[in-house]
């Protein structure tokens, strides 16, 4: 069974000919498909004209939120309603289009885990749009380890265990390629259409790049660090620990042999606070060392996925 996915947020010119586009598609392929559409507190008709087409057909099944939450969470909520063995993800303002999704299927059925799309000839403004998801593409693919061409691209591939194994947050729906490298999902991209935007607006600007960049340190440390956390603060505290260790070592033995005053140097300062700093990173990294193992054990999680057992009984 296929879940398709479909955060909307005040599309409703957009829904329509999405919905009809999407059915052509869906039925030739012959499988069995539900289309699960996730109103992200739109403040136009998207509510209305979404009830009018779930009335109708009953393979659409409609998520309606109180309020406007974010992509994220439209997607989270879309993946925990979703029956399907694969979930395919896109968006509702037809730039995506729906005669992709057999390919992104072809892929899957080839046992890859995720399939990216790659809008390889992006309709979108070059400085404000394409530029720096260009930058923010590079940065995550070097950081994470999982090269891609276009995180930002919603139209994706899952199969529905590797898409519900995350509680999802604040804007890490576009990571889920990365974060899922940490269980050793296998992942592709393949080219995909983006069309023009013809009706409504863009929900995204410039400053969405900060708010990526941010996240791209929180990814690395979630597929790196997770369990060893006190090696990233241990790490640093140590360093900081040893450099003011150090300079007071020097002040120390200055005062000694030559009899210098010390007492009115910055450098003084710097060393305490050094030594401080580092002690204040080492005791973070034991703390979160003991954070991470209460959240293991709490929710019965292994820090390990099996893919296979031969002669094993549970």
């Known amino acids: 069974m296929i879940s398709i996915v479909i955060p909307a947020y005040n599309e409703e010119e957009n829904i329509p000919v999405l919905y009809e586009k999407l059915k052509k598609v869906l039925d030739s392929l012959g499988k069995d498909y539900e289309i699960i559409f996730v109103d992200d507190g739109s403040e136009d008709r998207t509510p209305e004209v979404l009830k009018e087409i779930a009335e109708k057909d009953k393979k659409v099944k409609v998520i309606r939120f109180r309020r406007n939450y974010g992509q994220t969470a439209a997607m989270y909520a879309g993946f925990e309603h979703a029956r399907g063995d694969v979930i395919i993800t896109m968006d509702a303002d037809l730039q995506n289009d729906p005669e992709d999704i057999p390919r992104l299927l072809e892929k899957v059925e080839e046992g890859y885990d995720i399939v ?27 950081v994470t380890g999982v090269e891609l061409h276009d995180y930002g691209c919603t139209l994706k591939a899952y199969r529905a265990e590797i898409a519900k194994r995350y509680r ?16 050793g999902a296998r992942i592709t991209e393949i080219p995909v259409r983006h ?75 710097l060393g305490v606070l050094l030594i401080l700093a580092g002690i204040q990173l080492i005791s973070t990294g034991v703390i979160a060392e003991l954070i991470i193992r209460t959240y293991y054990e709490s929710r019965g999680e292994k820090p390990y996925v099996i893919e296979e057992k031969i002669n094993v009984e549970d």
């Open 116 to 142: 990216s799309g790659w809008r390889k000839d992006r309709k979108d403004p070059f400085l404000s749009r394409k530029l720096p998801s260009k930058i923010a593409n590079w940065i995550i693919s070097k």
């Open 168 to 183: 999802l947050y604040g804007d890490m729906h576009r990571f889920l390629p990365a974060l899922a490298k940490r269980f």
């Open 195 to 269: 069309h023009p935007r013809l009706y409504g607006r863009s929900k995204y600007g410039i400053g969405r790049t900060v708010r990526v960049i941010l996240d791209i340190f929180l990814v690395k440390f979630l597929n790196e660090y997770i369990t060893k956390p006190l090696y990233v603060f241990g790490g640093a505290g140590f360093f900081l620990f040893l450099a003011g260790f150090l300079i007071e070592l020097y002040l120390t033995l200055l005062k000694l042999f030559t009899g210098a005053d010390i007492g009115d140097r910055p450098l003084l300062i």
